[in-house]
């Protein structure tokens, strides 16, 4: 089972959603670099539930455990400093309710992996939460995000999300030529990350109706980067769109990733759908529109890099649905017990400013080296 992703900056996640610990190694920090704690905290704060209507009543600390590759300033204990090897963290799992699981052992869940982790693995795979296939695996790679985005951050390079569209009703999107950092800013800075407030209250009131309902909602999330340089990223396998797809793939409940106006640009003219170049006042070059989301080639084009994943609805419900057996053989049915979200959407926001993070900043150390 290979949790390993990256070439130049890489990322290994470990651990099991109800394992003792889960955690992340991350090869490839600069020796010297400084990462403020609080900011650090701040982000896997946004990802954590707050054990309210809209999140799962599992409530961790989720306070990284640092174990190597980073020691404290001794001037400010709040910076902590890379010693330029692997950096090792790790999160403790304090809240599990493992005995919920005990039914569920040989059936499989609707929606999830249990089914296909059992056949890949031969059943030797933890299903207690749904174990390494679990969401809880993204608190670890927003630890590494968040390393990341302040690295980027210095070399004014900005990231921002926010919830898109929760089963059908839609925030106010972003503007893609003019986005700016102070406005991603602000967005993420929300509890409830959007523009429109009035359509943040009519998202929330969908989601506790499913929850009211035995059900669940799934939706998307819209992310931008601003401040790229021209020329990040290369044509083929190593493309800014292949790598960020590649990453954001692993976020559980994804499935599907667009930039610019993806498959919106199939109903457009090739008139339509150019972006025509022009240089600014001071001489840098732009495009009037940004259908491409920033990048053309696989090459990032200086304008914002613009892109929407979409998330399924969380598969854990408490409803009385068909399945299988996998030990018996036999049609049955399960009814989903424990703690979980009816939209895992809001929390995911910062998970997918994470990914990108690393993936961007992946390709800026693979910039750095030609």
Not at 27 to 51: K, Y
Not at 233 to 250: R, T
Request: proline residues 6%; contains cysteine; charged residues 20%.
């Amino acid at each position: 089972m290979s949790s390993t992703w990256g070439s130049n900056l890489k990322i290994s996640i470990f651990g099991e959603s109800h394992s003792k610990a889960i955690g992340i190694v991350i090869d490839g920090i600069p020796a010297g670099t400084v990462i403020d704690r609080e900011q650090l905290l701040a982000f896997l704060a946004r990802r954590s539930s707050r054990g309210g209507k809209l999140d799962t009543p599992r409530i961790e600390a989720d306070q990284p455990q640092l174990l190597s590759g980073m020691l404290p300033d001794p001037q400010d204990p709040n910076l902590l400093v890379a010693c330029g090897t692997p950096v090792c963290a790790m999160i403790e799992n304090a809240n599990t309710q493992s005995k919920d699981y005990d039914q569920l052992r040989s059936v499989a869940r609707p929606g999830h992996a249990d089914f296909t982790g059992f056949m890949r693995y031969h059943g030797c795979n933890d299903i207690r939460g749904g174990g390494h296939f679990s969401g809880r695996l993204t608190a670890p790679l927003c630890f590494a995000g968040a390393v990341c985005m302040q690295i980027l951050e210095r070399r004014g390079i900005h990231f921002g999300a926010h919830i898109h569209s929760i089963h059908g009703i839609a925030d106010t999107p972003m503007n893609p030529v003019k986005i700016t950092a102070e406005e991603l800013a602000e967005v993420t800075a929300k509890t409830f990350p959007v523009f429109s407030d009035e359509a943040g209250l009519r998202m929330q009131e969908v989601i506790e109706d499913a929850r009211l309902n035995q059900d669940s909602v799934g939706g998307v999330v819209e992310a931008a980067v601003v401040g790229l340089p021209v020329g990040l990223g290369e044509p083929m396998f190593d493309g800014l769109e292949s790598k960020l797809a590649s990453i954001l793939y692993a976020i559980p409940a994804v499935k599907g990733v667009e930039f610019g106006d993806g498959f919106g640009v199939a109903e457009l003219f090739g008139s339509e759908n150019n972006d025509p170049f022009y240089f600014d006042e001071n001489g840098n070059v732009k495009t009037t529109t940004n259908h491409h989301g920033g990048s053309l080639g696989g090459i990032s084009s200086g304008m914002p890099l613009v892109l929407r994943a979409a998330f399924k609805p969380t598969p854990s419900i408490s409803r009385e649905q068909n399945t299988i057996g996998m030990e018996s053989g036999q049609n049955e049915t399960v009814r989903v017990i424990g703690r979980h979200d009816p939209c895992i959407v809001p929390r995911a926001v910062p998970c997918v400013e994470a990914a990108m993070a690393v993936a961007i900043l992946d390709l800026y150390e693979l910039q750095q080296k030609k």
